[in-house]
């Protein structure tokens, strides 16, 4: 049976569209493949995680716990400290996607640098920042 030319190009549109959104995609997701995820214990308003958490160049680890509303992002910075961000568009409230580049949102299109700063609006502010220490090999991140 011969195929109308609508329906070919519907079908054909289709497929394009389907490859684009694959590509657009692929950077965000292959970032996110490559982080580690840990979910420590909360204790008296604390996550502790092991310095050692981060292995060879990896700049981001993920948090999660089931007391918390997004997860946490930890980052190392190139003079070994470390600083920690709720991953949650400042826009509207989304979790955001994170990278060993920053942390972007799929909703609208913001970004954020790993220092928790708007790159990209429509968010207009930083990223919530939690207070982060080390002591003895152990990350502290206070809630
Ligand atoms: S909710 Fe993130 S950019 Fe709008």
Redesign the pocket.
């Known amino acids: 049976m011969q195929e109308n030319r609508r329906e070919f190009i519907k079908r054909s549109c289709g497929l394009c569209a389907s490859v684009v959104g694959i590509s657009i995609l692929s950077p965000a997701l292959q970032g996110c493949s490559t982080l580690t995820r840990l979910q420590p214990v909360l204790v008296k308003g604390v996550l502790s995680i092991p310095v050692s958490s981060f292995i060879e160049k990896q700049q981001v680890v993920i948090i999660e716990n089931s007391t918390l509303d997004y997860e946490i992002a930890v980052v190392k910075s190139m003079n070994n400290t470390y600083r920690s961000f709720e991953l949650r568009?400042t826009?509207?409230?989304?979790s955001l996607i994170a990278t060993n580049s920053g942390f972007h949102?799929n909703?609208?299109?913001?970004s954020f640098s790993l220092t928790g700063k708007v790159n990209n609006p429509?968010?207009s502010s930083n990223l919530k920042e939690y207070k982060t220490t080390v002591n003895s090999g152990i990350i502290e991140i206070m809630l």
């Open positions: 568009c826009h509207q409230e989304t949102c909703l609208h299109g913001s429509p968010a």
